[in-house]
Structure formats: structure tokens, C-alpha cells
């Protein structure tokens, strides 16, 4: 197992990359907190399309933000449940409209509401 040496250009970010290559390479990723662990789980799921995965990781999670239903919304979307997909959107719309919007877009396109589908192609704002 890899040891760590103190460095002062640590950041959480970084953290979470070396987190997120050791999952990539087997070794346990060790002094992190268990939702976080889950969380760099469902990240590495959704970023290798296993959308089932990542569905799985998600519910395991406690703490539910905006963050968390947005990824939902892409692990159900992935698994074509479009409906759920947009349901997860609306929730991360409240605090992050702009990042959802495209795909609100796509849900409301595959349920053939092209009414919504083209409200949330044309919003500017």
C-alpha cells in the first residue's frame, strides 16, 4: 500500500483524485469517510457508464444534496428511467439550475414532452 508523505499542496481535491485512482487500482483508500467512499464510487461507476452501479452507491448514501440528485438523475437516466431521471433534476434545479437544464432537456425528449423538452432548450437564463 502506498504511504502518503506531508505535503502543503495537499488539497481535498487532490485527495480525492489519489482516492480515486486507488479504487481504479485495488488498493483501499484508506482515511476516507464512508460516504465519500461511496461517493468516488458513484462517480468512477457513472464516469464507466455502469449506471446500475452507481444507482446502488447513490441510495447507500445518506447525505442527499443537489450534487447527489444530479447524480441520480444521470445513473437513472443511463438506465432509461427517464421519468425518475427528471424527477432527481427538478430537486438539483432549486440550486443548481444551469447544470441541469440540458438534461431536463434529453429526460423530457425521451418521455416525448416536447413541449418541456423545448421550455428547457430555450431557456437563456
Known amino acids: 500500500q502506498a504511504q502518503h508523505l506531508p505535503c502543503p499542496y495537499r488539497s481535498r481535491s487532490l485527495d480525492r483524485r489519489i482516492a480515486i485512482l486507488a479504487a481504479r487500482t485495488g488498493e483501499a483508500a484508506a482515511g476516507i469517510p464512508e460516504d465519500e467512499g461511496l461517493s468516488l464510487k458513484a462517480e468512477q461507476a457513472l464516469s464507466e457508464n455502469r449506471f446500475a452501479d452507481a444507482r ?3 441510495e447507500a448514501l445518506d447525505h442527499r444534496d443537489s ?3 444530479c ?3 444521470d445513473a437513472l437516466f443511463g438506465l432509461q ?8 433534476y427538478h430537486w438539483a ?3 443548481m439550475p444551469k447544470a441541469v437544464r ?3 432537456q434529453l429526460c423530457y425528449a425521451a418521455l ?5 423538452a423545448y421550455y428547457y432548450a430555450t431557456m437563456t437564463e
Do not use: I
Request: aromatic share 14%.
Open 112 to 116: 416525448k414532452d416536447f413541449e418541456r
Open 67 to 69: 450534487q447527489w440528485h
Open 81 to 88: 428511467e427517464y421519468a425518475s431521471a427528471a424527477e432527481c
Open 102 to 104: 440540458k438534461q431536463l
Open 71 to 73: 447524480r441520480m438523475g
Open 56 to 58: 446502488r452507491y447513490l
Open 93 to 95: 434545479e432549486q440550486t
